[in-house]
Nanobody, 127 residues
Framework: VQLQASGGGLVQAGASLRLSCARS??????????MGWFRQAPGKEREFVAA????????NYADSVKGRFTISRDMAENTVYLLMNSLKPEDTAVYYC???????????????????WGQGTLVTVSS
């Protein structure tokens, strides 16, 4: 399984960006696996941003992005998106997409909940 993330860039505060993460390779036999976005700022731990369950599409967000970011998926394209509105300088980080293989017994908030990771895409928000 490979995850290809794209869409990062340099924007001013208040702007919007949409990140994409395309999944390729063997499909999971578990339809309710999660796909998520994490981010890691310089000198900080990787943190949860948002995730959704692939089959039903229900989602969850970190408090810091709730109301500003929206995670969605295109099932035909095997792609998950992260629309980021009202960006703030504190959103500056490398953003990583992640996918589960087997979701049973797992949440979607921690890096250990995921089996596959994309290469990361840098988002820089200037003030």
């Amino acid at each position: 399984v490979q995850l290809q993330a794209s869409g990062g860039g340099l924007v001013q505060a208040g702007a919007s960006l949409r990140l994409s993460c395309a999944r390729s390779g063997p499909s999971s036999r578990y339809l309710n696996y999660a796909m998520g976005w994490f981010r890691q700022a310089p000198g900080k731990e990787r943190e949860f941003v948002a995730a959704l369950r692939w089959n039903v599409g229900n989602s969850n967000y970190a408090d810091s992005v709730k109301g500003r970011f929206t995670i969605s998926r295109d099932m035909a394209e095997n792609t998950v998106y992260l629309l980021m509105n009202s960006l703030k300088p504190e959103d500056t980080a490398v953003y990583y997409c992640a996918a589960q293989e087997n979701p049973f017994g797992r949440t979607w908030y921690w890096t250990d909940d995921y089996d596959y990771w994309g290469q990361g895409t840098l988002v820089t928000v200037s003030s």
